[in-house]
């Protein structure tokens, strides 16, 4: 069974940090890279940071570069995503998604979890 389950969103204000944790089990596990994305009622889902499995390298979308750090811990199967300087722009429901192809198009990606609501007040 392929599982992905999100933890770690929430409300804070501006200028707050926040880390999210996303737990890979089964054949959402067996793949080559995780991504984190974000998405509101108004946008699409869009691309915040991925990382892959075997030698960590990683990617981030401009509107997040120098604010977030993702990450990986392969023992426990799971890859985090560090938010720092967070701006009212940030609320989103931020989903993780694995994938075989270390790209930043939501399409790609075959598992998914249920998502984590952050919420960043001005």
């Known amino acids: 069974q392929a599982q992905l389950v999100e933890s770690g969103g929430g409300a804070v204000q501006a200028g707050g940090s926040l880390r999210l944790s996303c737990v890979a089990s089964?054949?959402?596990?067996?793949?080559?890279?995780m991504g984190w994305f974000r998405q509101t009622p108004e946008k699409e889902r869009e691309f915040v940071a991925r990382?892959?499995?075997?030698?960590?390298?990683?990617t981030y979308a401009d509107a997040v570069k120098g604010r977030s750090t993702v990450s990986r811990d392969n023992a426990k199967n799971t890859v985090y995503l560090q938010l720092n300087s967070l701006k009212p722009e940030d609320t989103a429901v931020y989903f993780c998604?694995?994938?075989?192809?270390?790209?930043?198009?939501?399409?790609?990606?075959?598992?998914w979890g249920q998502g984590t609501q952050v919420t960043v007040s001005s």
């Open positions: 998604g694995s994938g075989r192809y270390d790209v930043s198009v939501a399409g790609a990606y075959s598992y």
């Open positions: 990382i892959t499995w075997n030698s960590g390298a990683s």
């Open positions: 089964g054949r959402a596990r067996d793949t080559y890279v």
